[in-house]
Nanobody
Framework: VQLQASGGGLVQPGGSLRLSCAAS????????IGWFRQAPGKEREAVSC????????YYPDLLKGRFTISRDKTKNTVYLQIDNLRPEDTAVYYCATDLGQSSSHALCHSSPPNWGQGTLVTVSS
């Protein structure tokens, strides 16, 4: 199981980014997969998760509205679109999965066993 996150960078407040997570070694047609982030000095938090067998998405209440998770089955890749970026979105963003978990809600409330390397998003003017 390998997850390769990319797409981070330096963005001005109000801007947008699309992060990508390329999966290999397994198909995204089965397990839930999600995005998590960890800001400097803060605990890791779930950003969004997707149940790939039924496309049910989960977003924590405080993060609804600016984040959109999606996937491309043909590329075995999951995306995270982030709009109207704020300085407090600055963090390392990770994609993660649990091959034994199909629920997006459950994945976002767990500590998944399989993680990508993370991609840094910096929001600053």
């Amino acid at each position: 199981v390998q997850l390769q996150a990319s797409g981070g960078g330096l963005v001005q407040p109000g801007g947008s980014l699309r992060l990508s997570c390329a999966a290999s070694g397994f198909s995204l047609n089965r397990p839930a997969i999600g995005w998590f982030r960890q800001a400097p000095g803060k605990e890791r938090e779930a950003v969004s998760c997707l149940s790939t067998n039924n496309d049910i998405t989960y977003y924590p209440d405080l993060l609804k509205g600016r984040f959109t998770i999606s996937r491309d089955k043909t590329k075995n890749t999951v995306y995270l679109q982030i709009d109207n970026l704020r300085p407090e979105d600055t963090a390392v963003y990770y994609c993660a999965t649990d091959l034994g978990q199909s629920s997006s809600h459950a994945l976002c409330h767990s500590s998944p066993p399989n993680w990508g390397q993370g991609t840094l998003v910096t929001v600053s003017s």
